[in-house]
Nanobody, 124 residues
Framework: VQLQAFGGGLVQAGGSLRLSCAAS????????TGWFRQAPGKEREFVAA????????YYADSVKGRFAVSRDNAKNTAYLQMNSLKPEDTAVYYC??????????????????WGHGTVVTVSS
């Protein structure tokens, strides 16, 4: 499956952005979809994920209540709605897909397919 992430940009603190992850080649709902981010000088970290089974969602504590992950099966696209953005949310955001078990959802090494990152910059 090929993934393309887009929707990043520059936004002021408190603002919102919606990232999209468009899939081609396979049906995205057959895979868990994860969102990860990497800030300069830091390791890649888990942000959110939606399971292939049941569409259950999972979040990092740092974004819980502010971000929402979803999937539109008709469009073969996953989304990351980001609200109440903070400067510390500034990073390159990546979407990824894989057939994962629950315990692996937060582990970026477990994902098989990755899109190119999209840059999110939150100004204070």
């Amino acid at each position: 499956v090929q993934l393309q992430a887009f929707g990043g940009g520059l936004v002021q603190a408190g603002g919102s952005l919606r990232l999209s992850c468009a899939a081609s080649g396979r049906t995205l709902s057959e895979y868990a979809t994860g969102w990860f981010r990497q800030a300069p000088g830091k390791e890649r970290e888990f942000v959110a994920a939606i399971r292939q089974i049941g569409g259950h969602t999972y979040y990092a504590d740092s974004v819980k209540g502010r971000f929402a992950v979803s999937r539109d099966n008709a469009k073969n696209t996953a989304y990351l709605q980001m609200n109440s953005l903070k400067p510390e949310d500034t990073a390159v955001y990546y979407c990824a897909a894989g057939r994962l078990i629950l315990s692996s959802l937060r582990n970026y090494e477990a994902y098989n397919y990755w899109g190119h990152g999209t840059v999110v910059t939150v100004s204070s």
